[in-house]
């Protein structure tokens, strides 16, 4: 059988699944507010008009925490259900997008610069609105999305200037993200240089796409979250980080794997504590 071509390749790289659609996903978007922000300029004249959501907490705690939520590939904001409970029921706020060609937002593709963007102009659209965001919390792709939205020089505009980082099963860099694609596609794990080469040519350096290479330049409070039979994402990605983050909080679980850590109770638990903690005056829960 013939290899697509490193365009058709490309194409299908950046096309993600439909993500299930759940009746809790409706409900939970129904509590939140919703809105929409446009994403232009970063790609191939590419405009994308995304869907964001806020939730806010019944009784918000003191210093009005914001937290924003990055999903995985293939997903979208509300897969964050028991985080968003958990956050909001100890009196945080969040917000989320759906990235584009994913949940509510608009088009059929997707990319890494896009999704950086995306959370870039929803953390400044909600300080304009006077709710700095006090957190981030990226799961898988969307992790290794909003650590290179907070460093300099590798996707275009001014990097997101945000004190807490977490970072729930995220591959450090996008050969690790790929290998798992190249997998499930069917395709020899060769063709990784074409995917590079190919987005190298659409005026993207994918051998940047490294949150090794920029580890200092990440927020000051850094929590690396992963399970050790994840199968998607190896382990070995969240310790090679906190190696060269020995300030950093590393979190390994065990039987959880790639897709239920969202759900994980030590997880929600953590991330809970993590947000609560960054407020002297909010003791860990």
Request: net charge negative.
């Amino acid at each position: 059988m013939t290899q697509p071509d490193a365009e058709a390749l490309f194409e299908r790289w950046c096309t993600p699944g439909v993500p299930d659609t759940r009746p809790g996903d409706t409900a939970l978007g129904d509590k939140a507010t919703r809105g929409s922000l446009v994403i232009s300029g970063v790609q191939d004249g590419m405009v994308d008009d995304i869907r964001t959501y806020l939730w806010e907490p019944a009784e918000p705690a003191a210093g009005n925490p914001c937290v924003v939520l990055v999903h995985g590939w293939g997903s979208r904001s509300t897969h964050f259900a028991a985080i968003i409970r958990a956050l909001t029921q100890a009196g945080v706020r969040c917000a989320a997008f759906d990235a584009p060609g994913h949940g509510e937002s608009g088009g059929t593709t997707a990319s890494l610069p896009r999704i950086a963007t995306g959370l870039r102009l929803l953390c400044a659209d909600l300080a304009e609105a006077g709710t700095p965001v006090t957190a981030v919390v990226g799961y898988s792709f969307g992790g290794l999305a909003a650590g290179l939205a907070c460093v300099r020089d590798v996707i275009a505009g001014r990097p997101l200037a945000v004190p807490s980082l977490a970072l729930i099963s995220t591959p450090v860099h996008l050969a690790s993200a790929t290998r798992r694609w190249l997998e499930m596609a069917g395709e020899p794990q060769s063709r990784s240089v074409d995917l590079m080469a190919e987005l190298t040519r659409r005026g993207f350096d994918g051998a940047r796409f490294d949150l090794l290479k920029v580890a200092n330049d990440l927020p000051e409070r850094l929590l690396l979250l992963h399970d050790r039979s994840d199968d998607e994402v190896p382990a070995s990605d969240a310790e090679a980080l906190a190696a060269l983050r020995p300030d950093a909080k590393l979190l390994l679980t065990e039987r959880f794997g790639h897709a239920r850590m969202l759900l994980a109770r030590p997880v929600v638990q953590e991330i809970t504590d993590f947000v609560r903690a960054r407020h002297d005056d909010l003791p860990p829960s």
